[in-house]
């Protein structure tokens, strides 16, 4: 891949093996001991999911999104690309760019997973904080199936950005937007999708699990991790309204889904209280508004989380520069479940369980 397509803020960073595409946003750290943002894309994802997060994160903070092996402006990797491999590649991104600084990780979706592979591999000595964006936890398989065969049948031939109301309700800008959805056509993308989707996605959960990381909790200490959660219902509602309107599924099949969205909030909720046990200082909100792409139609969010975890960070000069220059905060944190006026949905100070 010749390094003329790639954007002016973006460089290959050679591994070894390959070389992957980073991106790069925001002022050089006046500090190897500052902390930086680095964003981590989920199942079957680029980088360019993260554009509207980093827009919105300002000028004030260094931050990085990266394509994995296979997409986008990456090359391809001679390794398959479970979660373990993937995590494998990320610390040698990290190391041969090279970042020295405390990593504020963003992880979106199966990023929930790869976050805890890369900490198995590397511990957290240079994690700074975490923040985790409709995640995957370790269980997830255990407790819904996404994959569930009669919700994809009801569903069958729709859109999925459209019936999720990605399309109509993202905060990429046009350009952003396409770039994404044309990145998604290549067979280059349809490609590592596979691979990535389907032959590695669902085996990382029980490989992850068998680390027994869950018994070493609070895997992180006391550094900041900061939890979003989606409202699944949202997607799979849409997924069955545009199915149903076309004529998909028999009455028993479109029973089974309606089914499976009275419930699916509630179990992603449990998975995301999950999360909190990774840090003594976790706190908890969910994106009322969003499914399962917060990053994308409430990335205000996502930068919510980021100021969070700096916010609880030990203070530094840095810091109280951001605080002081970064776009005005949405106003102060409340009890459990509280909805703020920008409609966010805060469960704050939920104790690690």
Same mark, same amino acid.
Request: charged residues 20%; aromatic residues 8%.
């Given at each position: 891949? #010749? ?16 070389? $992957? #595409? ?48 296979? *997409? ?15 995590? !494998?590649?990320?610390? $040698?991104?990290?190391?041969? #760019?090279?970042?020295? +600084? ?11 997973? $790869? ?14 904080? !975490? ?19 009669? !919700? ?15 399309? #109509? ?32 996605? =669902? ?22 991790? *900061? ?40 179990? +992603?909720?449990?998975? =995301? ?56 905060? +949405? ?8 909805? +703020? ?13």
């Amino acid at each position: 891949m #010749a390094s003329s397509t790639l954007p002016s803020n973006g460089h290959l960073v050679n591994i070894g093996t390959h070389s $992957l #595409a980073l991106y790069t946003y925001g002022p050089e750290p006046s500090s190897s001991k500052d902390p930086v943002v680095l964003f981590i894309s989920g199942v079957a994802s680029d980088a360019l999911n993260w554009q509207a997060v980093v827009r919105l994160l300002g000028p004030s903070l260094r931050s990085y999104t990266y394509d994995r092996s296979g *997409y986008h402006n990456s090359e391809s990797s001679p390794l398959a690309p479970s979660a373990e491999n993937v995590a !494998l590649e990320l610390s $040698l991104l990290i190391e041969k #760019a090279p970042i020295p +600084n405390p990593l504020i990780l963003v992880g979106h979706s199966w990023a929930g997973v $790869l976050t805890q592979e890369y900490i198995a591999l590397k511990g957290t000595d240079q994690i700074a904080g !975490l923040v985790l964006v409709d995640a995957n936890h370790e269980t997830a398989p255990l407790v819904m199936d996404v994959n569930d065969p009669i !919700l994809w049948t009801v569903a069958a031939g729709v859109e999925p950005y459209s019936a999720w109301g990605v399309e #109509a309700e993202h905060k990429l800008t046009q350009e952003e937007w396409g770039a994404f959805r044309a990145a998604e056509t290549t067979e280059k993308f349809k490609l590592i999708e596979c691979k990535e989707g389907f032959e590695n996605y =669902m085996p990382s959960f029980e490989t992850l699990r068998s680390k027994e990381l869950s018994k070493k909790q609070p895997l992180v200490g006391d550094k900041p991790v *900061y939890v979003i959660g989606g409202t699944r219902s949202r997607d799979w509602s849409g997924l069955y309204k545009a199915g149903v309107a076309k004529g998909n599924g028999t009455e028993e099949q479109r029973s089974h889904v309606r089914e499976l969205i009275k419930t699916v909030d509630a179990k +992603n909720e449990g998975l =995301m209280k999950e999360f909190l046990k990774l840090s003594t200082k976790s706190e908890l909100v969910f994106a009322s508004e969003s499914g399962h792409f917060v990053q994308m139609t409430q990335p205000e969010i996502v930068v919510d989380g980021v100021k969070w975890v700096l916010d609880n960070l030990p203070a530094s000069s840095l810091l109280r520069r951001i605080k002081a220059t970064s776009r005005a905060s +949405n106003g102060p944190y409340y009890s459990p479940y509280k909805v +703020n006026r920008n409609g966010h949905v805060f469960s704050m100070n939920v104790p690690s369980l």
